[in-house]
T-cell receptor
Framework: NAGVTQTPKFQVLKTGQSMTLQCAQD?????MSWYRQDPGMGLRLIHY???????DQGEVPNGYNVSRSTTEDFPLRLLSAAPSQTSVYFC??????????FGPGTRLTVL | GQQLNQSPQSMFIQEGEDVSMNCTSS?????WLWYKQDPGEGPVLLIA?????ELTSNGRLTAQFGITRKDSFLNISASIPSDVGIYFC???????????FGTGTLLAVQP
């Protein structure tokens, strides 16, 4: 099993550009989520999904969209990147919404 | 947003020393989790706790679910250089029933 995979590993964007961060898991987990990690802030929940076709907002959803068309994939879209979205983004999956398994992260810089 | 109070923020110790860290919350939690994050990687689950008073070990690591359900503790015995990293607590429960992360404890171990 590859577990949770994320692409790309690094990305640099200009303000206003859009992009999609990819996340996939091969563990047949129903629950998937996106977090951002900023210095001194821990991990903050952006969006989550409890199954294909179902998504909901987390603590910091503004500026991000998600969709869940399959159990395996949960992409995160930045509609119009802003410098405040410079962060490390982690995708996670779990059978329930507690013991989450994390991907390796995407390091995003917005200039 | 709601965050857990995790302390200490950082620890610089000698190899062989024991380590203690804790998390406290104003809310009652049903689950406490402890994660470790190595540099450039995603968090990895160390220990999961589901019952007040529960004491669980994973090798040299021992974690406890506080009796009040508002705190949890992690101890590392006889630290080694590979223990270096950031340790996060996470609690699930409270008003949102979502997983909430602490701000992390940075551990440095000098050989």
């Amino acid at each position: 099993n590859a577990g949770v995979t994320q692409t790309p590993k690094f990305q640099v964007l200009k303000t206003g550009q859009s992009m999609t961060l990819q996340c996939a898991q091969d563990m047949n987990h129903e629950y998937m989520s996106w977090y951002r990690q900023d210095p001194g802030m821990g991990l903050r929940l952006i969006h989550y999904s409890v199954g294909a076709g179902i998504t909901d907002q987390g603590e910091v959803p503004n500026g991000y969209n998600v969709s869940r068309s399959t159990t395996e994939d949960f992409p995160l879209r930045l509609l119009s990147a802003a410098p405040s979205q410079t962060s490390v983004y982690f995708c996670a999956s779990s059978l329930s919404h507690n013991e989450q398994f994390f991907g390796p992260g995407t390091r995003l810089t917005v200039l | 947003g709601q965050q857990l109070n995790q302390s200490p923020q950082s620890m610089f110790i000698q190899e062989g020393e024991d380590v203690s860290m804790n998390c406290t919350s104003s809310s009652i939690f049903n689950t406490w989790l402890w994660y470790k994050q190595d540099p450039g990687e995603g968090p990895v689950l160390l220990i999961a706790l589901y019952k007040a008073g529960e004491l669980t070990s994973n090798g040299r690591l021992t974690a406890q679910f506080g009796i009040t359900r508002k705190d949890s503790f992690l101890n590392i015995s006889a630290s080694i250089p590979s223990d270096v990293g950031i340790y996060f607590c996470a609690g699930q429960g409270g008003a949102t029933n979502k997983l909430i992360f602490g701000t992390g404890t940075l551990l440095a171990v000098q050989p």
